[in-house]
């Protein structure tokens, strides 16, 4: 199966599980996204790797329009519900992947992109046409998680990724954000950096991930080293959970 029918499958089957989730549905970081942004009512948002529609439901009430884009049919199906159940009219979203918009260049004001990006084999496609469908001036908002920079505890925390997702590609480390948004001409800043608590058997239903996987997953967490348990609050059973490293960067055109 191709990597991208891969995500598709993954993502219309969690689709529902996705829409009620606290940390999509919740996370502090949606009023940090809007606030660090600064969206007025004549501008328009572009929202990368939409999932259930929260980050363009974040923004609606302060712009003209917020188009949302996935791969995932059953994501846009959930988010289009959404905004049907919430009254929220000024949403629209369709099917694109994130390295091939089907937009004009400088088209939007603001391009998001919220939890989503570890899912990019590579980073340059991507940046590269939000970059271009942003205009001059806009802002680019990105969050999502990230690998540390120590390559033992990046090499862990992917590793886990992967056993729970197989369609994860990688969290990407800032200075590999960074790096991307240099070459694009697009500097990013870290604004805000936090710990994202993990309920360990919510993580691992979200995205059903499959009994021999989940033994593997308690098994790579219970051996951890020292440094990756305290590097990622591991705890163990009976209530496992640990905590993934999240981030807001900011990019200006």
């Not at 994130?98 to 899912?119: E, G, K, M, N, W």
């Not at 590579?122 to 001036?137: H, I, N, Q």
């Not at 608590?197 to 691992?204: G, L, V």
């Not at 990756?228 to 055109?253: C, D, E, M, N, Y």
Request: aromatic fraction near 8%.
């Amino acid at each position: 199966m191709e990597r991208e029918d891969k995500i598709k499958e993954q993502f219309d089957r969690a689709a529902g599980a996705y829409s009620t989730s606290p940390i999509f549905a919740k996370g502090h970081d949606l009023k940090l996204m809007v606030e660090a942004a600064k969206p007025a009512a004549d501008m328009t948002v572009l929202d990368v790797g939409c999932a259930a529609g929260h980050t363009a439901f974040a923004f609606a009430p302060h712009v003209r329009e917020v188009i949302g884009v996935d791969i995932s049919q059953g994501m846009l199906a959930e988010a289009s519900q959404q905004a049907d159940a919430r009254n929220i009219t000024n949403v629209n979203f369709q099917e694109a992947i994130a390295s091939s918009l089907p937009f004009a260049d400088q088209q939007f004001d603001i391009v998001t992109c919220r939890y989503v990006a570890h899912h990019f084999p590579s980073l340059m496609p991507a940046m590269t046409e939000m970059c271009r469908v942003l205009k001059a001036g806009g802002q680019f908002l990105l969050v999502d998680i990230i690998s540390p920079e120590e390559p033992e505890l990046a090499a862990f925390i992917n590793q886990v990724e992967l056993l729970r997702d197989p369609s994860h590609s990688r969290d990407w480390m800032i200075s590999e954000w960074q790096a991307a948004g240099e070459e694009i001409g697009m500097p990013l800043n870290a604004i805000a950096q936090w710990d994202l608590p993990i309920d360990f058997a919510d993580w691992t239903a979200r995205q059903q991930t499959p009994p021999d996987a989940i033994t593997q997953l308690e098994t790579l967490l219970d051996s951890a080293s020292p440094a990756v348990q305290s590097a990622f609050s591991i705890v163990k059973k009976p209530q496992r959970s640990f905590h993934l490293w999240s981030v807001l960067l900011q990019g200006t055109k």
